[in-house]
């Protein structure tokens, strides 16, 4: 492959991530993260750049970028600026002073998976989340402790055990003059604080009902910063509510979110709540799509008493609107192009986004009086060795004929319309979730590999209408079920390519995807002989494991209309490994041993139960990681994930790398 053009694995640790933009509270600047790999360490390194908004002059480094610094956040005045540095010892909130050459002081340490860092109103004082640190920290495992474990949701992939360990709100004073201060004390977990105006309260979202592991149930809750008294319930207990933020008049909260707690998935809203009446509207509901973008959601930004910047997801896109809190106004676009908005921030008509294309990774893009514009450019080098191919965008029929499904087609380095190329066929995780008009490293990297990739967004997934979503729920809520129509869509959108593109092999097909990707490539070469190969990917083979095993367990009846428990053949029905007998094809298995959200039990289950049938299985586990591994684990380990990926669909698919 020496000279071939296109993305490589090695090139995964080169591409920057630009993130969580910051505008100052004179529109003048932002501050965002830029995170690069270093490889060599096999870690990650993220600092914080200082960016004019009006891209007059090239951006700067406001912290060094050798710790991690993330979190950004501007005092009211504009002369500080608060973060969060993750060291060895836990993570700190520094604030450092902003134009003056003066060293950032630390006004916490210690903590435990901090964030949703801001300053109060007046600049005294800074809110963050973080778990409480129980007494077995820093105990080696044999002396430590038992567990004691008394409620459903015990586990988080990525965070572990954290029984003990809630989420917490806490405060502390901006100078460092004391120590922070837990305003929700007890076992119960908050997160997502918002300043009210008059800077003595906060609002937030958390559940203190009994039943709280049992439903999806968020509450919004406020707590006076100086009286130590518990937090007080505000609003309706009757939905699923997060991200609040509070009107600049103190008059409001907006907030996202869903009135029903029983089932899922759900379209996220936006809502405003009257703080006089504690009654709260849906201002988007004419919009029928999700406003919780799976890239990145936050809360509202409130651009004036009346008006608020979202982020809404749309058949692959994700654009910027400005709603107005008095329902009925028309949405109106800040930004509707192609690609994915993954973080924003606004202020003093300054509206800062990031933003991912099929060709260019994130980059800071700025709108100030109506004009658009990138004033970034970190990935120019990236861009310009690994050259990204832009995808075809197509809209299938779907086998019933009652939908469109969108999907895409990257074709190889030196494709060839009279050419025999193969194909690969991904599906995406969630499954309420996108596949994105952003970038994908996976796609490019198999695309200069040789291979015509394909990727869509089947019945099941986000994006669209709220039904297209529950397509795929359990009989109980009208649906089909998963492994139904969803792999009807993903079936068509390849017999579609297929049988419409000349110049592909229909005998050198591969199929693979992640999580519930893995889960719908398991099912389909459990339904046809048709694939020559196959990867699962933190997949899923048997549902019974996910409902027991999993950080999940005991939610998938908000989905299927039952637990485990109440239709044990419902489950058996829709799970891969009640097919396994059927199953041919070559397949691949990629699983984190740490992975919690989709068990390793089922990786076994799966291999143990081919390799008993002598079927062509082979089995890969990345030690210390878990569920993320392809979109944050190691650098390392997502090089090498890549690499194993390549040679195990080379050996089986033989693409022709000649260009």
């Known amino acids: 492959m020496t000279g071939h053009p296109g993305m490589l694995p090695r090139h995964i640790a080169e591409m920057p991530t630009v993130a969580q933009p910051a505008v100052s509270p004179d529109g003048r600047w932002v501050l965002v993260v830029l995170q690069r790999a270093d490889e060599q360490a096999n870690r990650y390194r993220s600092g914080l750049w200082l960016v004019a908004a009006d891209g007059s002059t090239p951006p700067r480094p406001f912290s060094d970028g050798e710790h991690s610094d993330t979190n950004p956040c501007w005092s009211p005045q504009g002369d500080r600026v608060a973060f969060l540095r993750a060291e060895d010892c836990g993570q700190s909130v520094l604030v450092a002073p902003f134009g003056l050459d003066e060293s950032a002081v630390t006004v916490a340490a210690g903590l435990d998976g901090a964030g949703a860092l801001s300053f109060s109103p007046d600049g005294a004082r800074l809110a963050f989340t973080a778990r409480v640190r129980p007494a077995r920290c820093g105990v080696p495992d044999s002396g430590r402790p038992p567990s004691r474990v008394t409620r459903l949701r015990s586990r988080l992939d990525d965070v572990g055990f954290i029984g003990d360990r809630p989420r917490h709100v806490f405060v502390v004073d901006a100078d460092g003059s004391a120590a922070p201060r837990d305003l929700t004390p007890g076992e119960c977990e908050f997160e997502d604080p918002a300043w009210d105006r008059d800077a003595r309260s906060l609002v937030f979202t958390g559940a203190t009902h009994d039943d709280r592991d049992l439903d999806l149930r968020r509450d919004l809750y406020e707590v006076d ?66 406003f919780a973008p799976a890239s990145g959601a936050r809360s509202p930004v409130w651009l004036d008493d009346d008006e608020i910047l979202v982020a809404v997801e749309d058949r692959g896109d994700v654009y910027l609107y400005r709603l107005s809190a008095e329902r009925g106004s028309p949405a109106k676009a800040v930004w509707s192009g192609q690609g994915v908005v993954t973080a924003y921030d606004a202020a003093a008509g300054s509206t800062a986004f990031v933003l991912s294309t099929a060709t260019r990774p994130s980059e800071l893009h700025v709108v100030r009086d109506g004009a658009g514009r990138r004033v970034t450019d970190f990935g120019a080098r990236f861009t310009a060795e690994v050259r990204p191919r832009s995808p075809e965008p197509l809209t299938v029929p779907s086998r019933d004929g009652t939908v469109e499904i969108d999907a895409w087609m990257l074709t190889p380095p030196g494709f060839r319309s009279d050419g025999s190329h193969p194909v690969l ?103 046809s002989d048709r694939f020559a190969a196959a990867c699962s990917e933190r997949g899923g083979s048997n549902l019974a494991t996910a409902e027991w095993a999993s950080d999940g367990a005991g939610t998938f009846r908000h989905t299927f209309g039952a637990s485990h428990l109440d239709d044990p053949r419902l489950y058996r029905a829709m799970s891969p490994i009640a097919h396994v007998q059927k199953i041919t094809t070559p397949l691949l298995i990629l699983h984190s041993d740490q992975d919690l959200r989709t068990p390793p039990a089922m990786a076994d289950e799966l291999f143990v139960a081919l390799r008993l049938l002598r079927r062509d299985v082979e089995m890969v586990r990345f030690p210390g990681e878990g569920h993320e591994l392809s979109r944050s684990g190691s650098p390392v380990h997502r090089r090498q994930r890549m690499e194993i990926l390549l040679d195990f669909f080379g050996r089986r698919l033989r693409p022709a790398h000649e260009v």
């Open 225 to 290: 910063v100086a009286d130590g008294r518990a937090p007080r319930r505000i609003g309706a207990p009757e939905g699923v509510f997060a991200l609040p933020s509070v009107s600049p008049d103190g008059r409001r909260i907006a907030f996202l979110g869903t009135d029903d707690h029983e089932t899922a998935p759900r379209n996220s809203h936006v809502a405003v709540l009257s703080r006089e009446t504690g009654r709260h509207r849906w201002v988007s509901s004419e919009i029928d799509r999700s």
């Open 425 to 527: 066929l991904n599906i995406h995780g969630g499954p309420f979730n996108q596949y994105g008009t952003g970038f994908h490293e996976d796609f490019q990297i198999q695309a200069a590999a040789g291979y015509v990739v394909v990727w869509c967004n089947p019945r099941g997934g986000s994006g669209r209408e709220e039904r297209f979503a529950r397509a795929i729920t359990g009989p109980a809520f009208g649906g089909t079920g998963w492994g139904s129509v969803d792999h009807d869509d993903v079936i068509s959108v390849l017999d579609h390519v297929l049988d419409g593109r000349p110049g592909l092999d229909r005998d050198r097909v591969g199929v693979l995807g992640g999580s519930y990707g893995g889960y719908l490539a398991n099912w389909a070469i459990g339904q």
